[in-house]
């Protein structure tokens, strides 16, 4: 068969490892890949796609990004690119697709399926939000991003006796900001998936310094909502509608509130996209190749509409629909964890 693969969505470390089990197996089964340059949007242009050998893809295991270049595309968004995408499919002799990404990504994917183009996902999202999966690929670097900058954020902290609120990713949960505070130690962990008002916040801070902690590190989820807060209206939407979260400048907000009404120093510190960037950890280069490993297989086997998924930590298999159904949101356990070490005051 001749195989086509993708990346899309944002970038994660993790990818080019994934790539590499995709291109490593199928070509071992003695299939053709072939790289699709820029997610979908690689297939609505006139771009051929390259071929991907072995030896294209042996030595790229821990680079960070992704060698095929990713972005924002929805090509369902009119007739014209729906059809655009599908003759570019035909024109090609795609016998197979392998997309790795997140629920947008692997949303067109489950579009491209019910068109009748075999299809298999494989689930990336620092977010960790995919529906179906314990784990997708770029979550454990991610975390380890956040981890290792409260380990630093709390010696200058400390030394100025300051708080410092610490902006992590999360479209809809707080995955990242709830492992990675809970990693890094952090005082304060605000997430979407546990309620918190402006007063509860500053009473917590005025606890912690009337305690005696000199330094105060709270770890914030970029789409958390604080009664009594108001962020910054968002008004950039990407090709899948989502807001723009990095323009709600949550972290500045709550920080400006917090010295405000405490008197303590406070400081801000958005880790953005490092924690999309560099080589990935020993964790997210296995699951990727577990993962691009399973897909491969998917494919040469004639199944479309699946993903390879993690679960127990075991490789099973999930429909793209159910993976795509909803956002999965922390486990009751991790939420609890949150509330006794890094909660509010009440």
């Not at 070509?27 to 997610?39: C, F, M, Q």
């Not at 990675?180 to 952090?186: F, Q, S």
């Not at 962990?189 to 000199?214: F, N, Q, W």
Request: glycine share 12%; net charge negative; charged share 25%.
């Amino acid at each position: 068969m001749r195989i086509g693969v993708l990346t899309g969505g944002g970038d994660a470390p993790g990818l080019n490892a994934a790539i590499r089990a995709v291109v490593l197996r199928a070509s071992s089964l003695g299939h053709e890949v072939l790289g699709i340059a820029d997610g979908w949007a690689g297939l609505l242009g006139e771009a051929e796609p390259r071929p991907l050998r072995p030896r294209d893809a042996a030595r790229i295991l821990a680079e960070g990004g992704t060698i095929l270049g990713t972005s924002r595309t929805d090509p369902r968004k009119d007739e014209r690119s729906r059809r655009a995408v599908l003759d570019s499919i035909r024109r090609w002799h795609l016998d197979g697709l392998v997309a790795i990404g997140g629920n947008d990504t692997l949303g067109v994917a489950q579009w491209l399926h019910q068109e009748g183009v075999r299809v298999v996902g494989v689930p990336k999202t620092v977010d960790n939000d995919l529906s179906e999966t314990d784990y997708c690929i770029g979550f454990d670097t991610a975390v380890t991003v956040v981890s290792d900058a409260l380990d630093r954020l709390r010696t200058t902290a400390s030394a100025h006796h300051r708080v410092v609120v610490v902006e992590a990713m999360g479209r809809d949960t707080g995955w990242v900001a709830a492992y990675g505070g809970l990693a890094g130690g952090a005082d304060l962990i605000l997430i979407p998936e546990i309620p918190v008002t402006s007063e509860e916040i500053v009473r917590t801070m005025k606890h912690r310094r009337a305690i005696g902690d000199p330094d105060i590190l709270v770890v914030v989820s970029e789409a958390v909502e604080i009664d009594g807060l108001e962020a910054q209206t968002a008004i950039d939407r990407d090709a899948f509608g989502h807001v723009r979260l990095d323009q709600r400048a949550i972290g500045a907000v709550l920080a400006r509130h917090i010295e405000q009404h405490t008197g303590i120093e406070a400081r801000q510190v958005v880790l953005g996209h490092l924690q999309r960037g560099g080589s990935p950890t020993a964790v997210d280069r296995l699951r990727a190749t577990r993962f691009g490993n399973a897909a491969a297989d998917l494919v040469d086997s004639g199944r479309s509409g699946v993903l390879p998924v993690l679960r127990g930590g075991r490789i099973e298999v999930a429909s793209l629909s159910d993976a795509v159904r909803q956002v999965r949101r922390l486990a009751d356990e991790i939420i609890e964890l949150v509330r006794r070490y890094a909660g509010v005051v009440t």
